[in-house]
């Protein structure tokens, strides 16, 4: 059965690999905000300039990105701590965060339903 996996290039990767594997995800992460942003605010003057309607697609991926990157990463790290009896870990970090999640995807909802709306 390892035979199969190893012909599949399923395995566990090394240190090496991971290093590679963190980085890489690292800048296609890098690359999604930059691009985001760029069409973001690339939206935000169309609507500026040609009174256009609203796109919101790239600003709730943005926002999207960064909220779940955020998320894993304080989540990552209070597991990382639990058997620290000094370090209670992250949790007031993981509340905030989950009330501007929140707050996001209520303005993510109302603002939907107001562009949905025609006068």
């Given at each position: 059965?390892?035979?199969f996996?190893?012909?599949?290039?399923?395995?566990?990767?090394?240190?090496?690999?991971?290093?590679?594997?963190s980085?890489a995800?690292?800048?296609?992460?890098?690359?999604?905000?930059?691009?985001?942003?760029?069409?973001?605010?690339?939206?935000?003057?169309?609507?500026?300039l040609?009174?256009?309607?609203?796109n919101?697609?790239?600003?709730?991926?943005?926002?999207?990105?960064?909220?779940?990157?955020?998320?894993?990463?304080?989540?990552?790290?209070?597991s990382a701590?639990?058997?620290?009896?000094?370090?209670?870990?992250?949790?007031?970090?993981?509340?905030?965060?989950?009330?501007?999640?929140?707050?996001v995807?209520?303005?993510?909802?109302?603002?939907?339903?107001?562009?949905?709306?025609?006068?």
């Open positions: 059965m390892n035979r996996w190893e012909k599949l290039r399923l395995r566990r990767p090394d240190e090496m690999e991971r290093a590679i594997l980085q995800q690292r800048n296609a992460y890098l690359f999604l905000v930059l691009a985001l942003s760029v069409w973001s605010i690339y939206e935000s003057c169309q609507v500026y040609h009174h256009s309607r609203l919101l697609l790239p600003c709730l991926l943005l926002v999207a990105a960064a909220l779940i990157q955020s998320f894993t990463q304080l989540i990552l790290m209070r701590v639990r058997d620290d009896p000094e370090e209670t870990g992250p949790l007031m970090r993981i509340v905030v965060l989950s009330c501007a999640a929140a707050g995807i209520a303005a993510a909802a109302a603002a939907v339903v107001l562009l949905g709306v025609r006068t």
